[in-house]
């Protein structure tokens, strides 16, 4: 009987993991999306990529992950650039794309 509350405890945990990437993951593509749309070009693949996580201090001292995704975009269909999106939980802390200066305005618009 213990064993099955540790496999379902262990099951809880996993799916919170994955749900809670699966949330950031369609986050950053909202973000994404907007970033190009406000920059005039195309998100390629609708999509976003992640490729990074680690563990860093929040700005109130506690503990939290920051994701890292790539997107790819392009200017007129028929170039293909990558950029990079960096948050803090929800917050994007860095953004490397078509326009740098589109992220400060992406992170008023979230919600």
């Keep these: 009987m213990p064993s099955l509350i540790l496999l379902m405890i262990a099951g809880a945990i996993a799916y919170a993991w994955w749900n809670a990437a ?4 369609e986050h950053a593509i909202v973000v994404g999306r907007r970033a190009c749309r406000a920059a005039g070009v195309q998100l390629l693949d609708q999509t976003v990529h992640a490729v990074g996580l680690k563990l860093r201090r ?4 506690r503990l939290g992950l920051e994701r ?3 997107f790819e975009y392009s200017h007129d269909g028929t170039d293909r650039n990558r950029g990079l ?4 939980g929800d917050r994007l802390v860095a953004f490397t794309g078509p326009a740098p200066a589109v992220a400060s ?3 008023a618009h979230e919600g």
Aim: hydrophobic share 40%; glycine share 6%; charged share 30%.
């Design 85 to 88: 999106m960096v948050f803090h």
């Design 58 to 61: 929040r700005d109130d001292g």
């Design 105 to 107: 305005s992406l992170s």
């Design 68 to 70: 890292s995704f790539r």
């Design 22 to 25: 699966r949330a950031a993951s």
